[in-house]
């Protein structure tokens, strides 16, 4: 970018006017007022701005006000010409008349009746230009929404320029639009103040003529301050400055008019510019910047063009390979790294205002992208157009919140099962599989939809359950606890509902539940979603899902009894015979463990104070033995 804009100053001129101005008077109009009596006008000299009115007022006698040609024969050379009829007057005062003076001259008048003009009842009035009370400085320096306009229009040094008589034009851009230009080139808002092509920026936005709402045409091209030409376009969704859309016309001034827009105008950039020079130049686009280099195609997107390219931020990288577990230094040295790169470049120049709902564009890498244009924005595929038509010499570049990856079906890990297996944190679910016995089925056509627990995830059950990881993979029932985490279908982030019902291969439903904290399958949190397989999809969760069904976590049974079932007076017993040292735990519907204890003795007391009415589970465990019952809780 080599240039900024020309504006604004904010100079405030008291009026030049010599009387007051009242609508106190016989004529009920605002003016100035001059009285006609006893063969004078008073005061018989008066200056005036252009636009103001003067109000005769008869104080006594017959008198009138004739500013045609002189009743003695006195050389008058007026702007313009008007007559005010005779009328009788008293000291009251009776209106004469008014005239509202729009011309800039020396105006002489006398009064016709008798002889009064040989008897000296003649005056002047001498109008000059306005005042400018108001001007286009006024407009943006009173508008909450254009501080960052006003900051630059002060740094700018144009205090003085817009001010003057003018007419003027002005395009003034939002501070929500400042900010979405400040975060695509990665400035500070001091940073902009600071930068040396300000002046040519703002002048980009000014017009040296007035242009009402009415005055523009579509396809009009308009000469700003800097030399350079804005296009209008007027379609169906409203008015557009070049790619910026008028939001607020008409914010007449003095000296011109305001037009508020949504987005900053920029003068077409230098022809050195290329698309390669925008994501070097820009801070949100490293990753981008080491990508284009280590696939060796900075030359290519140097040349001629013209390119397309939708610009990933570092943001989409870094969730990419958080999804990917991968790292920056890894995805570089990707063998398809150049074509990742390709599926984001178009040779064509296609600009936002040449996109449309349900287009598709054939990228270099041969594969086709599909635009999307919704209330919400614009996508190319699931990414979001954030910031828009960052113009080049050869080209256009359009920064996307997502990364796109093309649909190489031998990209993709072959069964959910390999995705598991090579991942680094899910070895233990990687064991659990094979024990249960279940590699083989969810490697099969499908689809499925894993809910994968980290291990993390399942030590910490271990550690709740007392037990280690070798007695959970010797569980006779690890099959269901390993099926109430798959589904039998293909369920995508974006196919999960808040409050969905998803039946798992177990037979049993989880929960989805989605709110500003995230994702949640039951009550284990989504941290990574969609990781596809030619069979299904994986999400990573950090709990173990637990089943409710009765049985799922018994090895060998232990007998005892429970009561009262339901529960009265808040205390359950628990009665039976196992050995020492063994483990009691309370888990609710939802399969959280909201209790637990140690027990020496054949019986024990369970206080249900704190537990709210519903159905619970309570589990023995010792040794290589459990067993479990349920309860109501009133």
């Known amino acids: 970018m080599q240039r900024f804009f020309s504006l604004l100053s904010i100079l405030l001129m008291g009026s030049a006017t010599v009387m007051s101005i009242a609508q106190d008077n016989p004529c009920g109009v605002e003016g100035i007022v001059i009285e006609a009596s006893n063969y004078e006008y008073a005061p018989s000299s008066l200056e005036v701005e252009v636009g103001q009115t003067v109000v005769w007022v008869n104080m006594g006698g017959t008198h009138d006000v004739n500013a045609t040609t002189s009743s003695i024969g006195a050389m008058w050379d007026n702007p313009e010409t008007f007559n005010l009829p005779a009328v009788a007057g008293n000291s009251e005062g009776v209106c004469i008349g008014t005239h509202t003076f729009t011309v800039e001259g020396a105006y002489d008048y006398d009064c016709s009746i008798g002889q009064h003009a040989a008897n000296g009842m003649v005056a002047s009035v001498t109008v000059v230009p306005a005042t400018q009370n108001n001007t286009v400085v006024d407009i943006i320096v009173n508008s909450e929404s254009h501080t ?18 003018g007419p003027f034009t002005v395009f003034a851009p939002t501070d929500d639009a400042f900010a979405t230009l400040l975060e695509a080139l990665g400035y500070t808002a001091d940073e902009l103040l600071a930068y040396p092509g300000l002046t040519d920026i703002l002048l980009y936005h000014v017009v040296g003529s ?21 296009l209008v376009t007027i379609n169906e969704n409203g008015v557009f400055i070049n790619q910026s859309q008028v939001t607020v016309v008409d ?14 105008l920029v003068p077409e950039q230098p022809a050195t510019t290329t698309v390669v020079d925008i994501i070097v130049d820009s801070e949100v686009h490293t990753v981008l910047e080491d990508a284009v280099v280590a696939a060796d195609l900075v030359g290519a997107l140097t040349g001629d063009g013209p390119f397309t390219v939708f610009a990933p931020t570092d943001d989409a990288f870094t969730a990419l390979l958080a999804a990917l577990e991968l790292t920056a230094d890894e995805l570089l040295a990707y063998p398809g790294l150049t074509d990742v790169l390709l599926y984001h470049v178009v040779a064509a120049q296609a600009l936002s205002t040449d996109l449309t709902n349900g287009q598709e564009i054939a990228t270099m890498l041969g594969d086709n992208v599909e635009v999307t244009i919704t209330a919400d924005g614009v996508f190319i595929n699931q990414a979001q157009v954030i910031v828009a038509d960052l113009v080049a010499d050869n080209g256009v570049v359009h920064v996307i919140d997502a990364v796109l990856i093309p649909e190489d079906e031998e990209e993709l890990p072959e069964t959910v099962v390999d995705i598991i297996v090579e991942s680094e944190v899910h ?10 016995g279940l590699v083989e089925a969810l490697s099969g056509e499908g689809p499925f939809t894993v809910f994968a627990p980290t291990d993390d995830a399942i030590v910490a059950l271990t550690e709740a359950l ?51 904290a995230g994702v949640m399958i039951n009550d284990a949190m989504v941290i990574i979603a969609d990781l596809e397989a030619d069979n299904g999809v994986v999400h990573v969760i950090d709990a173990v899902l637990i089943p409710t069904a009765t049985n799922v976590l018994e090895t060998t049974a232990i007998e005892f009894n429970i009561y009262p079932n339901p529960v009265a007076n808040g205390v359950l017993n628990v009665q039976g015979v196992w050995e020492s040292n063994a483990s009691i735990q309370i888990w609710n519907a939802a399969g959280q463990l909201v209790q637990a204890a140690q027990m020496t003795q054949n019986q024990h007391v369970i206080s249900t104070d704190g537990l709210s009415s519903g159905v619970y589970t309570v589990r023995v465990l010792s040794g290589t033995s459990s067993g479990q019952k349920m309860f109501l809780v009133d």
């Open 148 to 165: 960052v306009l006003e900051a630059a229009v002060i740094e700018a040094d144009l205090a003085g320029t817009l001010s003057g008589d």
């Open 210 to 230: 007035q242009a009402l709402s009415t005055d523009l045409v579509d396809g009009q091209e308009i000469n700003t301050l800097l030399g350079d030409d804005v």
């Open 251 to 264: 914010l007449v001034a003095d000296n011109g008019v305001v037009h508020v827009i949504d987005a900053v």
């Open 427 to 436: 070895t233990l679910l990687e064991l659990a599989v094979g024990a249960a």
């Open 466 to 516: 007392e037990i280690t990881a070798d007695e959970l993979l010797a569980l006779p029932n690890l099959g269901a606890i390993l099926q109430y985490h798959v589904a039998a279908v293909e369920a995508y982030s974006d196919d999960l509902t808040d409050g969905q019902t998803v039946t798992t291969l177990e037979g049993s439903d989880v929960t989805v539940t989605i709110s500003d």
